[in-house]
C-alpha cells in the first residue's frame, strides 16, 4: 500500500477519516508518519511516538531552517504522499520543490475563491449560495496548485462562519478520501499544471 504522511496542525478530523477509511479497505494506503508545527496538535495522538515529528517553528531561526528540519524529518519516513490536513503554516518554496508532485493539500473553499484563511467567513460575507472544500496539488504560491477535486455544499439562511465550517467538514472528509485513492491508484496525476486522469488531460477538477 501506498505510504502517506500527513501534516496537522490540530484537530486531526481529517486525519481520523483517512485511517478510518484505511481500516475500511476503502482506501489503499497506510499512514506511515504525521507531522506538525504544534507539538500539542490533538492529530498527532492519533499515532505511536515513532511515526510522530512535531517541533515549534519558534526554535528555528527562520521558515528555512524550520521546512528544512520537517523536510528530513519526512524524507526519513520515505512517504509515497504528503497530505496537507489542517496544516496552518505556509509552506516554502524550497520545501514544496522538494516534494513536488507528491504533495495535496485540503482546503474549505471552491477554489479559486477564498484562498488562506477565514474561507467560512469571507463566504458569507459575499453572499454566496455555495461553498464547499478543494483538494489541491501545492505550489509555492498558496492555495494556488491545481485543484484534483472538490465538493459543494450549500449556504443556507441563519449559517453562521461555524454552520458553514461544519458542512464543509463533513464533505471534506469523504473529498480527501476520494482524491487520496485516485492519487495511490495512478489514475490521477499531475503533469504540467494540469490534471491527467488514466492518461487524458482533464480541464476541470474531479467533482464529489
Ligand atoms: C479543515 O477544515 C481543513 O480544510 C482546514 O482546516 C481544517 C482542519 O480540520 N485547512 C485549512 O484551512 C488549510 N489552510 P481537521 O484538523 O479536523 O482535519
Known amino acids: 500500500p501506498a505510504r502517506l504522511a500527513v501534516l496537522a496542525s490540530g484537530r486531526g478530523s481529517n486525519l481520523q477519516a483517512i485511517t478510518a477509511a484505511i481500516a475500511a479497505g476503502q482506501l489503499d494506503a497506510q499512514v506511515v508518519a504525521v507531522l506538525s508545527d504544534k507539538p500539542d496538535a490533538p492529530a498527532l495522538q492519533q499515532v505511536t511516538a515513532e511515526q510522530r515529528w512535531a517541533r515549534s517553528p519558534k526554535d528555528f531561526a527562520d521558515r528555512a531552517a524550520f521546512d528544512a528540519a520537517l523536510g528530513d524529518a519526512l524524507a526519513g519516513f520515505a512517504p509515497d504522499w504528503v497530505v496537507c490536513a489542517g496544516y496552518m503554516r505556509i509552506l516554502g518554496q524550497a520545501f514544496v520543490e522538494r516534494f513536488d ?3 495535496v493539500n485540503i482546503h474549505p473553499s471552491l477554489l479559486p475563491l477564498y484562498k ?5 467567513a469571507r463566504a458569507l460575507e459575499a ?3 455555495a461553498h464547499g472544500a478543494s483538494v489541491h496539488f501545492v505550489v509555492p504560491e498558496l492555495d494556488a496548485g491545481t485543484v484534483l477535486a472538490q465538493a459543494r455544499v450549500p ?8 454552520t458553514l465550517a461544519q458542512r464543509v467538514l463533513a464533505v471534506e472528509h469523504p473529498l ?4 487520496l485513492q485516485w492519487l495511490v491508484s495512478g489514475r ?9 486522469v488514466d492518461g487524458h488531460p482533464l480541464f476541470s477538477p474531479l467533482r464529489l
Open 127 to 129: 453572499g454566496d449560495a
Open 188 to 196: 490521477v496525476a499531475e503533469r504540467h499544471g494540469q490534471l491527467v
Open 155 to 162: 449556504v443556507l439562511a441563519g449559517d453562521t462562519p461555524e
Open 176 to 179: 480527501l478520501i476520494a482524491s
Open 101 to 103: 508532485g507528491r504533495l
Open 116 to 120: 488562506g484563511l477565514h474561507t467560512h
